[in-house]
């Protein structure tokens, strides 16, 4: 299976403005590119990369003074098969996990684990360990948050949204992660593309998604709290320890939001599914 992935924001900058974006698929997707992925900048400026401490591709650029666009336009190749699966898939004891995934049992900036961990305990404690604890957790964060788009708040963390009980995406993510790491699971944070391939297509608008993945019997796994259930074609930009690590645009110095527009199209002959937004929203800070 073929999908195109692709973009195209504005940002309206009232002075020279550095700005970092993690827009680039995953370096072990890279293989899969069937078309460059070249990340353009108009007006034209310098753009360079680096890659942070999770591995994931940065850019950077310094924006001129007035609008300024970023795009991107490239297919993958994906197996076109479901999420991976495993219910056998066992729980570690802390003491044995690598030391290279300590760091997704920690609490972060939106997964408060000290307001959540007596919650866990109560509800997960005598659920079987692995893979059906992870089910369970994320069975609850499912059924706790309903999804509405048009209540995405950027500073929300997992305990808000569990007391909310509304979100979006990262915040069905924040609070399995949560209560994931409360147990003793390391989780960590997925963004990326996931198109409406092969399950009926839904009003929301498209914009890149959210899920989690957790370390158990030596690998790491991908569950999906919003959407619970397995899905195709999932291409993964950046992994980190919450939102604040894979933010898809960070600007140091005031940058306007003006279009944010999200393609992922799934490219077989025989059935093309397309969705993508776009529209223009007033001048107002970017939150990392």
Same mark, same amino acid.
């Given at each position: 299976?073929?999908?195109?992935?692709?973009?195209?924001?504005?940002?309206?900058?009232?002075?020279?403005?550095?700005?970092?974006?993690?827009?680039?698929?995953?370096?072990?997707?890279?293989?899969?590119?069937?078309?460059?992925?070249?990340?353009? $900048?108009?007006?034209?400026?310098?753009? @360079?990369?680096?890659?942070?401490?999770?591995?994931?591709?940065?850019?950077?650029?310094?924006?001129?003074?007035?609008?300024?666009?970023?795009?991107?336009?490239?297919?993958?190749?994906?197996?076109?098969?479901?999420?991976?699966?495993?219910? /056998?898939?066992?729980?570690?004891?802390?003491?044995?996990?690598?030391?290279?995934?300590?760091?997704?049992?920690?609490?972060?900036?939106? $997964?408060?684990?000290?307001?959540?961990?007596?919650?866990?305990?109560?509800l997960f404690g005598n659920t079987r360990l692995g893979w059906d604890r992870v089910q369970a957790i994320v069975d609850y964060a499912h059924d706790r948050i309903r999804f509405d788009y048009q209540q995405a708040r950027a500073t929300r963390t997992?305990?808000?949204?569990?007391?909310?009980?509304?979100?979006? $995406?990262?915040?069905?993510?924040?609070?399995?992660?949560?209560? $994931? @790491?409360?147990?003793?699971?390391?989780?960590?944070? &997925?963004?990326?593309?996931?198109?409406?391939?092969?399950?009926?297509?839904?009003?929301?608008?498209?914009?890149?998604?959210?899920?989690?993945?957790?370390?158990?019997?030596?690998?790491?796994?991908?569950?999906?709290?919003?959407? /619970?259930?397995? @899905?195709?074609?999932?291409?993964?930009?950046?992994?980190?320890?919450?939102?604040?690590?894979?933010?898809?645009?960070? &600007?140091?110095?005031?940058?306007?939001?003006?279009?944010?527009?999200?393609?992922?199209?799934?490219?077989?002959?025989?059935?093309?599914?397309?969705?993508?937004?776009?529209? @223009?929203?007033?001048?107002?800070?970017?939150?990392?």
């Open positions: 299976m073929r999908i195109r992935c692709g973009f195209d924001i504005s940002y309206l900058c009232n002075a020279p403005t550095a700005m970092s974006f993690l827009l680039s698929v995953r370096p072990e997707r890279e293989p899969h590119l069937v078309s460059p992925q070249n990340i353009t $900048c108009e007006p034209f400026v310098p753009m @360079r990369g680096y890659r942070d401490g999770f591995g994931n591709r940065v850019k950077r650029i310094l924006a001129p003074a007035g609008e300024v666009s970023i795009r991107a336009d490239f297919t993958v190749e994906d197996s076109g098969l479901l999420d991976e699966a495993d219910r /056998n898939a066992v729980q570690h004891n802390v003491e044995d996990l690598p030391d290279d995934v300590m760091v997704f049992l920690m609490p972060s900036r939106y $997964c408060d684990t000290e307001h959540l961990s007596g919650l866990a305990w109560s997992a305990s808000e949204g569990h007391f909310e009980q509304v979100g979006v $995406c990262r915040d069905f993510a924040h609070l399995a992660v949560t209560l $994931c @790491r409360c147990m003793n699971i390391p989780a960590r944070y &997925a963004t990326g593309y996931l198109g409406d391939i092969g399950v009926p297509i839904v009003p929301d608008p498209m914009d890149f998604s959210a899920w989690f993945e957790v370390y158990l019997g030596g690998r790491w796994w991908t569950f999906d709290a919003r959407h /619970n259930k397995r @899905r195709i074609g999932r291409i993964v930009m950046a992994y980190g320890r919450d939102a604040v690590d894979v933010a898809i645009s960070t &600007a140091f110095g005031y940058a306007g939001l003006l279009k944010f527009n999200v393609i992922t199209e799934e490219l077989p002959e025989a059935t093309s599914h397309t969705r993508s937004y776009s529209t @223009r929203f007033p001048a107002t800070a970017l939150e990392a």
